[in-house]
């Protein structure tokens, strides 16, 4: 793909990543656990990207952690704050319209 592709994607899947750690911190996760859950479904991201968007959740306040500190190597675990289930609520809603606007631009008959 060419770089201008690249950034277009980048920025459209940029969102969608918020999205998706929220949902899915409903349920305690630790980053490199969630980093392998993405990947499986479908959001393909990086330590580089995903440590800093954990770290900004948690700071506005979305995401809330804890140390793990029971088994040999210390993980920090993420979890959904009501906050945040509030936005992933909101944010669903919003995309699926989204989507659905889409649609009606893309499935027009000629």
Same mark, same amino acid.
């Given at each position: 793909?060419?770089?201008?592709? &690249?950034?277009?994607? %980048?920025?459209?899947?940029?969102?969608?990543?918020?999205?998706?750690? /929220?949902?899915?911190?409903?349920?305690?996760?630790?980053?490199?656990?969630?980093?392998?859950?993405?990947?499986?479904?479908?959001? $393909? @991201?990086? $330590?580089?990207?995903?440590?800093? /968007?954990?770290?900004?959740?948690?700071? %506005? !306040?979305?995401? @809330? =952690? !804890?140390?793990?500190?029971? !088994? *040999?190597?210390?993980?920090?675990?993420?979890?959904? =704050?009501?906050?945040?289930?509030?936005?992933? &609520?909101?944010? @669903? %809603?919003?995309?699926?319209?989204?989507? $659905? *606007?889409?649609?009606? /631009?893309?499935?027009? !008959?000629?």
């Amino acid at each position: 793909m060419n770089e201008t592709l &690249d950034t277009h994607l %980048q920025e459209l899947r940029r969102g969608t990543v918020v999205l998706a750690c /929220l949902q899915l911190l409903r349920t305690p996760g630790y980053g490199y656990g969630l980093l392998e859950e993405l990947e499986r479904r479908g959001f $393909a @991201t990086d $330590a580089n990207t995903l440590y800093p /968007l954990l770290r900004r959740l948690e700071k %506005q !306040e979305y995401l @809330t =952690s !804890e140390w793990n500190t029971e !088994e *040999a190597r210390p993980r920090k675990f993420y979890r959904t =704050s009501d906050a945040g289930i509030r936005l992933a &609520d909101t944010l @669903t %809603q919003d995309w699926l319209a989204l989507t $659905a *606007a889409i649609a009606t /631009l893309t499935d027009q !008959e000629n």
